[in-house]
C-alpha cells in the first residue's frame, strides 16, 4: 500500500495507525516563524468510530489504509451474521449483527449497501438512505380519531417498531429514512 | 466593508473577493508611501539567488539550477554595506511546501531595513507604519493605542505554558509549544511584540549584550496571527558563518537538500553597519486588517486556481 510524506496529508486521506484504519476528518498547517511544519490531524477511527487529534511533524511517513467499499447484496441472516453477496463475483461474506448494529433493521431481500472493508475483512455497512418496508403489526385506525398529528407505534417486517401517522394500516407498505429510523411516508404497491 | 473604495465605473457593486482585492492594493499603497515618507529607498533584488540563506526549516523552490529566494534578506544586507542606509522592498517570496489556512507557497513580503537601529527601533517604526496602514483603510480590529504589549519569549512561556524555553528547546517541544499554547493568546485585542528568542532560534540576529543566550529578535502577532520577524542585524561575518554551519547541520540531519554557503553575503557582511531588519507578511496584514479567516481571500488567485 502507498506511504504518504506528512506534506501529502490532507482531508480525506485514510491512514493506518497502530493496525488500525483512520480517516481524517481534518487537517491544520501550522508553522511558527523559523519553526518546524506541523500537521495538526484529526482522525476518527473508522471501525470504532473515535475521534483522536494527533500532531505530525514533516519526516514522518505513514501507511495508507488498505480500505474499500463494495457495492454488495444482501442474502439472509441466521440472527448472529448477516450475508451479502457481491454480485460480479458471487463471492460471499458475512457481518456479526453487532458489527450491523440498528442497521440490521432496515435490510429488505437483495438490498444493496456498500460494505466498508479493511484489509479485506468487514467493518462496517452503509444502506441506502430510504428503505420501503412492510407494516407487519399495527392497531387499526379508529374513525373518531380526528384530533392531528396523532401516531402510532406500528411493527415492520424487519421487527422494527417506529412511530407512524394513525392512518397507517397493518399490511401496507412505507419508506423510511435509514439515518433517522423515522417514517417518510406510505408507499403505493 | 471596511476599507471600500468607491465606485468601479460600471455602478455594480463588487464581490467581496473583488472588494478585498481594492483593500490589499490600497494597504500596499500606503506602505509604500509611509517609506518613501520617510526616506527609504525602494529596491528590487533578484527571485533567483544561487545560496538561499541556509535555514533548518525552511526550503527553497529549485530554479534552474539555482533557488527561488524565500527571503531578499542576504541580497538587503549586502545593500546596506554597499552604503545604503534605509531600504524597503514588497516582494514574492518562495517556500516549498508551505500551504495552509495561512500559508501560500508563493506569498508578498515586506522588509525593511534601517542603519544606526535596533530592534527596539523597529518595533517603534512598526507601530508606526500599521497605524498609518490602519489609518488609511479603515481601521484596524482591537486597539492599537501605543505602545503595543511586549511580552519576552520567557515571560510568554511562564504565563501560558508547563516549561520554559530552555526545557523544550531541549526536548524538542518549542514549536509545538509555541504554535499551539502560545501564539493563539498573543495579539488579542491589541497586537503582541514577542521577544528576546533563544539565540538558537535566530541564526542572523545580534545576540543580546547583557544575555548572550538571547537574541535581539521579536515577531509581532495580532489576534494570533504571525505578522513580522524582526531582528538587530548580525554584523559579525564569522560568527554568522559559525550559525549558518549549524544551520546546514540542522537541514542535513533532517534530510534536507543541502544548499551552497552563500559566500559574497558573508564576504560584504564586514562592511555592513549596525542595523536592524524585519520582513512582514502582507498577505498576513491584509487578512488581520480585513477580518479575512484565509489567506485566500487576501490574494487575486490561489495556486490551486491556476
Partial sequence: MAVYSAGELRKGLKLEIEGQPYHIVDMEFVKPGKGQALYRCRLRNMVTGTQVDRTYRSGDSFQSADVEERVMQYLYNDGAFYTFMDQKTYEQLQITADQMGDSKYFLTDNLEVDVLLFRERPIGVTLPNFVVLKVVRADPFAKGDTATNVQKPVTVETGYELPVPAFVEEGEKIQIDTRTGAYVTRVKG | ?306
Fill in chain 2, 1 to 306: 466593508m471596511r476599507g471600500a473604495t468607491p465606485g468601479t465605473g460600471n455602478g455594480e457593486p463588487r464581490s467581496a473577493r473583488a472588494e478585498r482585492l481594492w483593500f490589499r492594493a490600497r494597504v500596499v499603497q500606503t506602505i509604500r508611501a509611509f517609506f518613501v515618507a520617510r526616506g527609504y529607498l525602494e529596491v528590487e533584488t533578484p527571485h533567483r539567488i544561487p545560496a538561499p540563506a541556509p535555514e533548518a526549516h525552511i526550503d527553497a523552490v529549485p530554479a534552474d539550477g539555482w533557488y527561488l529566494h524565500t527571503s531578499p534578506e542576504l541580497a538587503m544586507k549586502r545593500l546596506l554595506a554597499a552604503g545604503h542606509p534605509r531600504l524597503f522592498q514588497v516582494c514574492r517570496c518562495f517556500r516549498r511546501a508551505e500551504r495552509g489556512r495561512r500559508h501560500l507557497p508563493e506569498f508578498t513580503m515586506l522588509e525593511w531595513y534601517r542603519a544606526g537601529a535596533d530592534y527596539r527601533d523597529l518595533m517603534a517604526e512598526t507601530e508606526a507604519l500599521v497605524g498609518e496602514v490602519a489609518g488609511a483603510c479603515g481601521g484596524a480590529p482591537g486597539d492599537l493605542a501605543r505602545p503595543w504589549e511586549r511580552l519576552t519569549v520567557a515571560e510568554a512561556f511562564a504565563r501560558h505554558t508547563a516549561t520554559t524555553p530552555e526545557a523544550s528547546l531541549a526536548d524538542g517541544s518549542f514549536d509545538e509549544r509555541i504554535a499551539f499554547e502560545v501564539e493563539p493568546h498573543l495579539g488579542r485585542g491589541r497586537p503582541t511584540f514577542l521577544t528576546d528568542y533563544p539565540a538558537a532560534l535566530a541564526a542572523l540576529a545580534r545576540r543580546r549584550p547583557d544575555d548572550p543566550a538571547v537574541a535581539e529578535r521579536f515577531e509581532l502577532y495580532a489576534e494570533g496571527l504571525e505578522l513580522a520577524n524582526g531582528f538587530s542585524e548580525l554584523a559579525d561575518p564569522a560568527e554568522q558563518r559559525l550559525r549558518f554551519e549549524e544551520e546546514r547541520r540542522a537541514r542535513a540531519a533532517a534530510g534536507r537538500d543541502p544548499y551552497p554557503m552563500p559566500e559574497p553575503f558573508l564576504a560584504d557582511l564586514g562592511r555592513m553597519p549596525e542595523a536592524a531588519g524585519i520582513a512582514l507578511g502582507v498577505d498576513r496584514l491584509v487578512m488581520w486588517l480585513a477580518g479575512a479567516a484565509s489567506i485566500d481571500e487576501v490574494v487575486a488567485l490561489t495556486p490551486e486556481e491556476l
